[in-house]
């Protein structure tokens, strides 16, 4: 019924068929490519800083409040803690993987500021960061000096304020974090021995830098209620911070009464300008670097991210100054890069990972197909079905979100081998019908009447069958929902063109090999020449 509607009208069978393929090319188009799918748990990140303390003091002081509180939060599977001798606290807290990541910030975040108030108060002041945070890293970019003409500060400096920034602004890479304290302060650096006789403590410093290069609101001259005769406010400006090691190092420490005697910071200590805290030391091919680590969020693309980070890093090349430069060292996606310079116009289709293997198979499986059938044309007929199967497959990942990725590439390539299985069930009856004597025409539509059921049958039964994977939960789910659901969409894609557009296909391409061979033989033979009579002058 199906076979013989769509054979009778075929220009109404070509515009669905043309209806489905832009379909598939739209979302061919919109799927984003990707090596690997998300099957690491979701990751949250916390971070602070205890400075001048060893890795036992920051785990019982720092890390076992924040562990307490957020021990036992929503969803969490589990956490780890990480103490380093210069302060440096992390806890990574990982949750299981259908768990919003937004949501689980939130909730650690709520956590952690309940440990607050246990925590010391330079970790407070220093703050505790509370992040997403992918399992690996996408890419390590190193900012350095090519001539020596800059300090490594200087360096660290430019590349903390100018290139990380920039970087964070790209959708997907706001993660991006320099290792360390990477951000600049004025660093007093006290002479214990001087100290020691003048009978000054580190407190006393500290203080006397805190009161001195304090900002004060000093009110308003002229400010309401005032007299009637005052016409105009002027905000009183103070002392702004100090910028110069200079100033610091004149800052007053103690005085007597008279003022005779005064005791300043460079009596005890020197002042310059250097990093917050010095607890790496990062070269490149021998020269000091700056490296920036750029995470890929999560949700995010690891190819469009890598695309516009290598975008922004053209950009910001040409405003650096002279003598500096930047590279990437390390990239995940290096492999996904390369390939998509080789084969542009393959990365626009977004069809990328395994293009090469599911063209081969392609083939392969079209020869063995003309060696069954002893004909070029017949698996033609067969073969039209797999690329509708493919589009399925695009169209099903990109309506669940998924992306096209090394698992979605393997459920194609056992697409290929499916969708023409079911189109010789009926390509195979067809022929066994015409060789009892059948029209191409009746064979056609009995052979879609008695494979109807089969076909339906087979694919219904395989369809159910990848289903538990579309729908797996756990560790790597994402990964069998790619696969999964590639497969259950290309089977839709191909059972369909079996039943509805294979016959079509069968019938015009017996038709066309018909007539070739009707045309061979209505061409009339060349007889060849009669041989010359012979002759006893030609004998002689």
């Known amino acids: 019924m199906f076979s013989k509607f769509f054979i009778e009208r075929p220009i109404f069978a070509t515009v669905i068929a043309l209806i489905i393929v832009i379909a598939g090319l739209v979302a061919m188009k919109l799927l984003s490519v990707a090596q690997y799918p998300t099957i690491t748990p979701v990751q949250i990140q916390v971070t602070t800083t205890y400075p001048g303390v060893d890795s036992k003091t920051v785990g019982d002081s720092v890390a076992a409040p ?5 021990n036992g939060v929503d969803n969490m599977l589990y956490m780890t803690s990480v103490s380093s001798n210069t302060g440096q606290l992390t806890i990574n807290v990982y949750f299981a993987l259908d768990t919003n990541p937004d949501i689980a910030q939130v909730l650690v975040q709520n956590r952690v500021a309940l440990a607050m108030p246990q925590l010391p108060q330079l970790v407070t002041q220093y703050g505790v960061s509370v992040q997403k945070k992918s399992a690996s890293p996408l890419m390590v970019i190193s900012v350095f000096n090519k001539d020596g003409r800059y300090s490594h500060e200087y360096v660290t400096n430019y590349a903390n304020i100018y290139v990380l920034d920039a970087i964070k602004r790209v959708n997907g890479a706001g993660q991006a974090t320099i290792p360390g304290v990477p951000d600049q302060a004025m660093r007093i650096w006290m002479n214990p021995d001087k100290m020691a006789s003048l009978g000054i403590t580190t407190s006393d410093i500290q203080q006397a830098v805190a009161n001195q290069n304090a900002l004060f609101g000093a009110g308003q001259m002229g400010q309401e209620p005032s007299d009637d005769k005052t016409q105009l406010t002027f905000p009183v ?9 200079v100033e610091y190092e004149n800052i007053i420490l103690r005085a007597d009464t008279e003022g005779t005697a005064i005791v300043r910071v460079k009596d005890v200590a020197r002042a310059e300008v250097g990093r917050r805290q010095y607890i790496d030391d990062n070269k490149m091919n021998g020269m000091p670097s700056t490296p920036i680590i750029v995470y890929q969020q999560p949700g995010a ?13 053209a950009d910001l090349k040409s405003t650096m100054p002279d003598g500096a430069s930047m590279k990437r060292t390390s990239q995940t996606t290096a492999k996904v890069d390369e390939l998509l310079a080789k084969y ?11 293009f090469s293997i599911i063209d081969g198979q392609y083939k392969i499986v079209f020869l063995i197909l003309a060696a069954q059938f ?12 797999v690329p509708f199967g493919i589009l399925g497959a695009l169209m099903f990942n990109w309506i669940r979100g998924l992306e096209n990725d090394v698992y979605f590439q393997i459920g194609l390539l056992v697409l290929i081998g499916l969708g023409a299985k079911n189109a010789v069930l009926r390509v195979t009856f067809a022929v066994e019908l015409r060789k009892q004597g059948l029209s191409i025409m009746d064979a056609t539509i009995k052979a879609g009447e008695e494979r109807l059921r089969p076909i339906i049958m087979t ?6 069958g990848v289903l538990p994977l579309a729908l797996a939960t756990g560790a790597g789910a994402n990964a069998r929902h790619s696969i999964g659901t590639g497969i259950m969409g290309g089977m839709i894609g191909e059972a369909t063109m079996a039943m509805l557009y294979v016959p079509l296909f069968f019938y015009l391409f017996d038709r066309l090999a018909e007539r070739g061979e009707q045309k061979k033989k209505a061409a009339p033979k060349r007889e060849p020449p009669a041989p010359k009579p012979y002759t006893t002058e030609e004998g002689k």
């Not at 924040?66 to 957020?70: D, F, S």
Request: proline share 7%; glycine share 6%; net charge positive.
């Open 301 to 313: 693309n690891g190819i469009e991210v890598s695309k516009a980070v290598r975008k922004t890093m």
């Open 459 to 464: 694919s219904l039964a395989f369809i159910l």
């Open 374 to 385: 002893e004909s070029w044309t017949l698996p033609g007929s067969v073969m039209t079905a």
């Open 66 to 70: 924040i562990e307490a509180q957020i």
């Open 237 to 245: 400006v103070t002392q702004a911070p100090f910028m110069q090691p």
């Open 344 to 354: 542009p116009a393959v990365a626009h289709r977004t069809i990328l990972n395994g």
